[in-house]
């Protein structure tokens, strides 16, 4: 029976290296940073996980620590105050382009997602795992464990991606694309819904 582990904020450090090996080459990575600055990926994770998780549910694959998810009840988005306490300010020593970059994908992704779904809903942050576990059914494992989740709880599901490669595995769990955006000429974003499936007690 697979048995997802709750990450502890000692071991944020380990969810932020699974989430920097796992996106390093990520298109939304690559239109921030460029060659360039790659120093910074872990920072930008870094953040986006200490932020979500102060309210959010993180998990490990398991004790082995390959993968690992992080999702947020939409009424429990963090503020200012979390990203500033996460570590938002540093990012202002970012190169100024790739700074420009990363708010201005944060600035699309935000409205569109508010433009997409206004009732309470389970916001999938993020799911990683390391490239080398890849395509042994980790990923699956956190997916199915989320969507239990979200249909335990009667609510829909939601997730933006900015890999074209990634949108058929979402399909596989009953997402659909309700919104492309082009983000620049060099990339695009996909938001994401599945409905809820409420469970019979």
Not at 76 to 95: C, H, N, Q, V, Y
Request: hydrophobic share 40%.
């Amino acid at each position: 029976m697979f048995e997802p582990i709750r990450i502890s904020v000692r071991e944020h450090t380990r969810a932020i290296e699974i989430l920097s090996e796992a996106f390093a080459d990520d298109p939304m990575i690559k239109y921030i940073l460029k060659e360039k600055g790659r120093e910074y990926v872990k920072k930008i994770y870094g953040v986006m996980f200490k932020a979500y998780s102060a309210k959010g549910n993180a998990y490990f694959d398991s004790p082995d620590m390959n993968g690992m998810i992080l999702w947020i009840d939409s009424e429990e988005d963090p503020g200012l105050g979390a990203w500033i306490r996460s570590g938002a300010l540093k990012m202002l020593t970012f190169p100024a382009r790739s700074l420009n970059r990363l708010m201005k994908v944060g600035r699309v992704v935000s409205k569109v997602h508010k433009e997409c779904i206004q009732d309470q809903h389970l916001h999938l942050i993020l799911l990683a795992v390391l490239p080398r576990k890849q395509r042994m059914g980790i990923g699956k494992k956190l997916m199915n464990f989320f969507i239990r989740e979200a249909d335990s709880r009667g609510l829909p599901g939601y997730l933006e991606t900015q890999n074209p490669s990634n949108a058929g595995f979402y399909e596989s769990f009953g997402f659909s694309v309700a919104r492309e955006v082009e983000i620049s000429s060099e990339l695009k974003s996909w938001s994401m819904i599945r409905n809820t499936k409420r469970q019979n007690n």
